[in-house]
């Protein structure tokens, strides 16, 4: 018997027993099936669509979509769905430079008519005086709007929950956003221009409004200019999308930001780092009262070593990452990768088929094909410490994240790939007799623990197969009652 073989098999030493051989369905629901509008589950842990069935966060960024044009920006929301991911998160009006010809639509529109001061704006993010050359926020410009019309339309049709922006103001209010017009504009222009924003997507249906934009700290003056953009956004009545969350500084999910945390009704986890995740996670489901936690952001797919070098942090495999923040929060995630997020030609479209998307592909189908809306992550709201031993911690890259049913239907823990030890799982109340099996995260498949099942003695004992298809070491446990 090869190695890898016996890793595969060995589980405990519990004795085997007899049991009616299980499938795993991969079998996932059309996004087009959807309907919008979604909201705030009962329980207040996850998202539902207006039949009430559970709607699990399963995104990816693509902020300067708007620059693309229709042939590109269709095929490119198809991509998404044929990868299972039901949701994106835009830049409404795109400002930083990386990206692709800010700030114009994918028909050369822009997005304002007229500059600060009355005169014709032509589109320039760089000025020689601001308070002169910054576009006035109050006259905005039908065509590009009507752009904007068309692809909100397009995602809602497709089954796509759109996280966007009005306004993203960039990392320490620099040009990667628009805090510096915001501030220009003046508190009266840019409560009116939300309040405009609002009122023409009053009644679309698949949009959840995204606060902030990757900046936590704000001096008063910027301060107030934010609040009066919310102010303008939250006084149109009869909105059919009235969620809202936001990206913050790193390590700091949505509630947490101490200016505009209570204006929050999902709870998003953003970092930078590749450590941390899952105790961020774990902090933002604790969160007290409740909200819906998901993984807003983490170090993107081809975005460090092997990619663009933006982010040392971004280290292969980043799955991880996105497995982590889910069983973690429950309510599911937001991932992206360098190259595709600036959609700079012909760059992005050789980067939609990666390991990291075919990745969340195998995460996605999983996150469908089970019950994962009754999931409680281990340790937290009365669910017991599903792993006893060998857990690692929550803020290493050696943690196990596991999540449960109460009733003990199921049991999944991811294993990332620097944990090559044993580990222990707590089974009880899951069943008499217990199946276990590995899921792959690249490929999808499930492979059997010793092909039968185990009498639950409480605890049971495993150790990970040595390496998955793609040649790492992660993989996910999956535990569920055995029937005879």
Request: aromatic share 12%; proline share 6%.
């Amino acid at each position: 018997m090869n190695i890898r073989c016996y890793f595969i098999l060995l589980c405990s030493i519990v004795p085997l027993v007899g049991c009616k051989q299980s499938t795993h369905s991969t079998q996932t629901t059309s996004s087009k099936n959807v309907s919008f509008p979604v909201r705030v589950s009962t329980n207040a842990r996850y998202l539902v669509d207006r039949n009430n069935n559970p709607f699990p966060i399963l995104g990816r960024t693509a902020w300067f979509i708007i620059s693309q044009p229709v042939n590109a920006y269709q095929p490119f929301i198809d991509n998404c769905i044929s990868y299972g991911y039901n949701a994106i998160e835009i830049n409404v009006i795109n400002h930083d430079p990386r990206g692709n010809h800010p700030p114009f639509s994918g028909n050369g529109d822009k997005p304002f008519l007229k500059r600060m001061d009355h005169t014709k704006w032509e589109g320039s993010l760089v000025y020689n005086d601001i308070n002169k050359e910054a576009p006035d926020m109050t006259t905005p410009n039908d065509k590009y709007w009507t752009y904007v019309d068309n692809f909100l339309s397009y995602c809602e049709s497709s089954g796509i929950l759109v996280f966007l922006f009005p306004a993203y103001v960039g990392y320490s209010g620099t040009n990667q956003g628009w805090m510096k017009e915001l501030t220009v504009n003046g508190a009266e222009k840019v409560e009116a221009y939300g309040a405009w924003i609002a009122n023409r997507y009053k009644n679309q249906k698949n949009i959840v409004w995204m606060l902030l934009g990757d900046m936590g700290t704000f001096n008063t003056r910027q301060k107030n200019t934010e609040a009066v953009l919310i102010k303008g956004l939250k006084s149109v009545s009869g909105q059919q999308s009235v969620l809202y969350t936001a990206e913050a500084n790193s390590v700091q999910t949505s509630k947490d930001q101490e200016d505009f945390g209570d204006e929050m009704t999902l709870n998003g986890v953003y970092t930078w780092d590749s450590v941390g995740i899952a105790k961020q996670g774990l902090h933002a489901y604790r969160l007290n009262p409740v909200l819906p936690a998901f993984l807003l952001e983490e170090p993107y797919d081809e975005e460090g070593p092997d990619g663009n070098s933006v982010n040392p942090n971004a280290t292969q495999p980043v799955r991880r990452f996105q497995w982590w923040g889910w069983l973690t929060t429950i309510g599911g995630y937001i991932s992206g990768n360098g190259y595709v997020w600036p959609f700079v030609d012909p760059h992005w479209k050789n980067h939609l088929d990666t390991q990291g998307s075919r990745d969340m592909k195998q995460l996605n189908n999983f996150i469908r094909m089970i019950p994962w809306w009754e999931l409680v992550p281990s340790g937290q709201n009365g669910m017991r410490n599903l792993i006893t031993s060998g857990e690692g911690s929550d803020s290493g890259s050696d943690y196990i994240a596991a999540a449960a049913t109460p009733t003990g239907t199921y049991l999944a823990a991811y294993v990332p790939p620097i944990h090559s030890e044993s580990f222990t799982a707590n089974t009880i109340g899951i069943g008499d007799l217990i199946e276990a099996s590995w899921f792959d995260p690249t490929t999808g498949a499930f492979i059997k623990v010793s092909g039968s099942s185990f009498n639950n003695t409480g605890t049971l004992k495993f150790i990970p197969p040595v390496l998955n298809s793609a040649g790492q070491g992660d993989w996910v446990l999956v535990l569920t009652p055995c029937h005879k």
